[in-house]
């Protein structure tokens, strides 16, 4: 799945003190309100912008001038590490977000500075490849029960989910539906099957409790979890 974030939470710290120590100052913070776009598809690259807090929604512009969401990401991304002159995708805040931006043109210099922090950046550079890939995989492969139980499990992990597996799942129904290359109708209902199958509560519309995570688990490798009827019925 490509959706990045979790990972990195301690990123900001790193490179804001590596600021500190090259300019004087903390990177700047900015905050975006929901909605509202940190950068468009075709804009120069002249940043790097580190996610604090909030979730955005990388999105491309088809031919025919549709919107194909590509992935999601939360606190501990980095953005705009996927292309080179200009971003390859749009940016939008699914909620309200906050982000540190570094410019472009001073990463030789923190990298020098501090190798840590090149590492991490690195190691970014590899999941969120990896992410693809495995996104690349899925849309093929999985069925999907198998695409949806996947993408929850993956939400709910960066979310840090508590111990009654409840997280926030901030994205609309039709974001989630482009992104893992199904219908609405198809995503509304497989979480509606979801639901009366006990694997998942929605506690609210943006809400969500994981009520049998080792059924969504199974389902996500590629097991058939029959109905509990049928179950006993064999």
Request: glycine share 8%; with cysteine.
């Amino acid at each position: 799945m490509c959706i990045a974030g979790g990972t990195l939470d301690k990123m900001g710290k790193t490179a804001s003190d590596d600021w500190s120590m090259t300019t004087g100052g903390r990177l700047p913070a900015i905050d975006i309100p929901a909605h509202s776009h940190i950068f468009f598809e075709g804009d120069e690259r002249r940043t790097l912008y580190l996610v604090e807090s909030g979730w955005v929604k990388l999105y491309r512009t088809l031919i025919d001038g549709q919107r194909q969401v590509v992935g999601f990401a939360n606190a501990g991304s980095v953005l705009g590490l996927e292309s080179d002159g200009e971003h390859v995708n749009s940016c939008e805040a699914i909620t309200p977000v906050k982000v540190r931006t570094i410019p472009i043109a001073r990463l030789p210099e923190m990298f020098a500075r501090d190798p840590i922090f090149s590492e991490q950046i690195l190691r970014q550079v590899g999941r969120q490849l990896g992410a693809a890939q495995a996104q690349l995989a899925a849309v093929g492969v999985q069925s999907a029960e198998q695409k949806l139980a996947t993408f929850l499990l993956s939400v709910s992990r960066l979310c840090d989910a508590c111990e009654y597996g409840e997280f926030d799942l901030p994205m609309r129904r039709g974001d989630m539906a482009e992104f893992l290359g199904l219908r609405l109708e198809t995503v509304s209902r497989k979480m509606s099957e979801f639901q009366r199958r006990g694997w998942i509560r929605m506690t609210s519309l943006y809400n969500c409790q994981l009520v049998n995570r080792e059924a969504l688990e199974d389902l996500a490798e590629g097991a058939e979890i029959l109905p509990p009827a049928i179950r006993q019925a064999g």
